[in-house]
């Protein structure tokens, strides 16, 4: 699906330029950027964390935090839901992540430009319309997540179950969570199953859940 949208996003660019004024090209443009950060952004990401290849958006429906917000994230906005699959394990999330998610709202921005140029100079084909309002859509969510939610700003200093939630659903593994500190306890709570504890070394689940229960 992302890639898709990326690959309609040109189609559709490449196909109206000709006829927007200068003011909606420009607008447009940068706008386009946004789709084209997507394609650096995953190629950075399988390098640095590949386990958000093995994310799956409905199993974050059922992790508890913020689920709706985070599947509209992959859904909506993928080049800003990969810098935070990216960087999800950093106690303290770099300048550059903050940068990255600045630049892409930013980007989303140039949509409602571009509406509004478009709209003054009456071409805006129904192909331009929906992609600038998938922008603006994606806009209003940063938004939204910004000033309800610590969904982009979380940092891994906050080991609740929540937190280890999304990072199962970012595709760590109990043994990796382990090494970092996290207890038996908070994984099983969290949804690792027994098998994943024993697998990653937890040695009284050798003897099933009962210990859950103490």
């Known amino acids: 699906w992302h890639l898709l949208q990326v690959f309609l996003y040109a189609l559709v660019y490449l196909s109206f330029r000709d006829l927007?004024?200068?003011?909606?090209?420009?607008?447009?443009?940068?706008?386009?950027?946004?789709?084209?950060?997507?394609?650096?952004?995953?190629?950075?990401?399988?390098?640095?964390?590949?386990?958000?290849?093995?994310?799956?958006?409905?199993?974050?429906?059922?992790?508890?935090?913020?689920?709706?917000?985070?599947l509209g994230s992959f859904v909506l906005q993928p080049e800003m839901w990969i810098p935070k699959m990216a960087f999800i394990d950093k106690e303290r999330k770099p300048v550059s992540y903050y940068l990255l998610l600045f630049a892409t709202f930013l980007a989303d921005v140039f949509a409602v430009f571009a509406l509004a140029a478009a709209l003054r100079s009456g071409v805006l084909p129904l192909p331009l319309a929906v992609c600038?309002?998938?922008?603006?859509?994606?806009?209003?969510?940063?938004?939204?997540?910004?000033?309800?939610?610590?969904?982009?700003?979380?940092?891994?200093?906050?080991?609740?179950?929540?937190?280890?939630?999304?990072?199962?659903?970012?595709?760590?593994t109990a043994k990796q969570l382990g090494e970092t500190g996290k207890t038996a306890r908070e994984l099983r709570a969290a949804g690792y199953t027994a098998e994943d504890l024993r697998a990653a070394g937890f040695a009284a689940y050798a003897l099933g859940d009962s210990c859950i229960a103490s």
């Open 132 to 172: 600038y309002a998938t922008g603006i859509a994606s806009a209003l969510l940063s938004v939204l997540a910004w000033l309800h939610t610590d969904f982009f700003t979380e940092s891994a200093q906050g080991t609740g179950v929540d937190r280890i939630r999304q990072l199962k659903n970012a595709g760590f």
């Open 20 to 70: 927007m004024d200068p003011m909606q090209l420009l607008c447009s443009s940068i706008f386009f950027l946004r789709q084209l950060a997507y394609c650096v952004g995953i190629v950075v990401a399988s390098v640095r964390r590949p386990s958000f290849l093995l994310y799956h958006p409905l199993a974050a429906l059922a992790a508890g935090g913020n689920p709706l917000l985070e």
